[in-house]
């Protein structure tokens, strides 16, 4: 296959980016969007150029790493899939590829198509503890969960952290992220003692981060590489509204 990329290149967070144009040529269409872009690097260094900056690290799909908007959709077009899993098959050969960074003025550039995500790290750090019991380590059934909390509880924790859901949204929401983290330990009773706290500080981080409000568009959803619900913003939503009106419940 040959193509033409459209990249969007910035030095960094403070100089205004734009877009540049490189041809890929001889691209095997089994290989992976990261791996057609390898080779491209390859061809920019061989001929003295800088090449273009972009996250990665697992490959596989499940380290939330790779972050790139493919022609207008964070992750590319096809669902449920994330861009290192993503093969140069689904695209035509001649085709132009616009790409591009997260989008949100919580992800500032750190330069080209990388993003710094550590707004994400410190929402989770604000979700704070699980009370367990250390020691010796429990039989595996001494906690009895249901199987449809335990199923709900898998799909929630099946969120990688990408920041697609945050790069989708008008708002640059990261509700989905949030909500998906509040209920993959507010699910199982393990994490329930802390549910308050935990829902409580995280939205509030989310909100110091400058991540915008969720006005139900789902477009999160569409994009998410591992296909969680917005179920579980109305779960988190509810969890809130529980907090706000213990008046007895001490916040911080
Ligand atoms: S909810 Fe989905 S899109 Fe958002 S961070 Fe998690 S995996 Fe990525
Ligand atoms: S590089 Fe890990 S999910 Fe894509």
Known sequence: MNLKLRVWRQKNASTPGRFADYPA???SPDMSFL????VVNEELIKTGKEPIVCDSDCREGICGTCSLVINGIPHGHERGT????LHMRHFKDGETITIE??????FPVIKDLVVDRSAFDRIIQAGGFISVSTGQAIDGN????PK???ELA???AACIGCGACVAACKNASAMLFVAAKVSHLRLLPQGRREKERRVWNMVK???????GNCTNTSACEAVCPKSVSVDFIARMNRDFAVCLVKSQFKHE
Do not use: K, S, Y
């Not at 791996?35 to 390898?38: K, R, S, T, W």
């Not at 001494?142 to 969960?145: Q, S």
């Open 142 to 145: 001494a906690v009895l969960i």
């Open 82 to 85: 994330t861009v290192c899993q």
């Open 154 to 156: 898998m799909d929630a």
């Open 101 to 106: 960074p997260w989008r949100a003025q919580a």
């Open 35 to 38: 791996e057609m872009l390898d």
């Open 25 to 27: 040529a001889n691209i």
């Open 148 to 150: 449809h909390a335990a």
């Open 205 to 211: 981080q989310m909100g110091a981060e400058g991540f």
